[in-house]
C-alpha cells in the first residue's frame, strides 16, 4: 500500500522503491533488534509486521518503526510464520512449534492449548483470513476468535500432511499424502 516493496533479508529489511534499495538493520533502527528477518506481513491498516531469526517481532508505519514486547517464556526461535486474522489479531508462529497472538498494544501472548503439547509446522489465513494451524501431528485445526482451538476434522487419520494453503475463496487447502485437497 505505501508504494514499496518489502524483501526479508539476512542483511536487514530491504525497501525498493522501483529504482534503488533502502536497508533497515539494527544498528538503525534499535526496534529490528537484529539483521536476520525472517518473513513479513502486511495488516489491513497498512502496517508491516516482521519476524526475525532469534523471534524477535516488530512492526511498521508511517510513523516508524515499534518492537513487540514478548513474554518470559516466548521461545526466541527464528518466527516461521505471521498472519492476520479476521478480528486483526495478529498471529505468529515460532520454529519451536509455539503459536502467539499480537493484540492492540503490541504484547505477544501465547497460545495455550489445554491437554496437547505446544507443537506446530504451519499457520495461515486463507482469503476471508481465518487462520489455520497445522500441528506437529499432523492433524488440521482452526483457529476461532480469542484463541480457541476446533480440530478441523481432516484430513483422515494416518494421512501424512506436508503443507497448509490459504485458498482464493473460503477454505483451505492441504497437501497430504501427495495430493492437494480442499
Not at 515499534?66 to 486474522?85: H, I, M
Not at 515460532?94 to 501472548?109: H, K, M, T, Y
Not at 484463541?147 to 477454505?171: H, Q, W, Y
Request: with cysteine; proline share 5%; charged share 25%.
Amino acid at each position: 500500500r505505501d508504494g514499496f516493496i518489502w524483501l526479508a533479508t539476512f542483511n536487514g529489511l530491504a525497501q525498493f522503491d522501483g529504482v534503488q534499495f533502502r536497508t533497515y538493520t539494527a544498528a538503525g533502527t534499535p526496534e529490528l533488534r537484529n539483521n536476520f528477518v525472517n518473513v513479513l506481513c502486511e495488516d489491513s491498516r497498512g502496517r508491516l509486521w516482521i519476524g526475525n531469526d532469534t523471534g524477535e517481532i516488530a512492526w511498521r508505519d508511517r510513523d516508524g518503526f515499534q518492537a513487540v514486547r514478548l513474554p518470559p517464556d516466548w521461545p526466541l526461535s527464528p518466527v516461521e510464520a505471521l498472519a492476520e486474522g479476521r478480528d486483526g489479531v495478529i498471529w505468529v508462529l515460532s520454529q519451536a512449534g509455539g503459536v502467539a497472538s499480537i493484540r492492540e498494544g503490541g504484547v505477544c501472548q501465547p497460545l495455550r492449548e489445554s491437554g496437547r503439547p505446544r507443537g506446530y509446522r504451519f499457520l495461515v489465513a486463507d482469503q476471508q483470513r481465518e487462520i489455520w494451524l497445522l500441528r506437529r501431528d499432523d492433524t488440521v485445526a482452526h483457529l476461532q476468535a480469542e484463541g480457541e482451538i476446533t480440530d478441523a476434522g481432516c484430513p483422515s487419520p494416518n494421512s501424512k500432511v506436508r503443507m497448509l494453503f490459504g485458498g482464493n475463496r473460503e477454505g483451505l487447502w492441504v497437501l497430504a499424502d501427495d495430493r492437494l485437497r480442499r
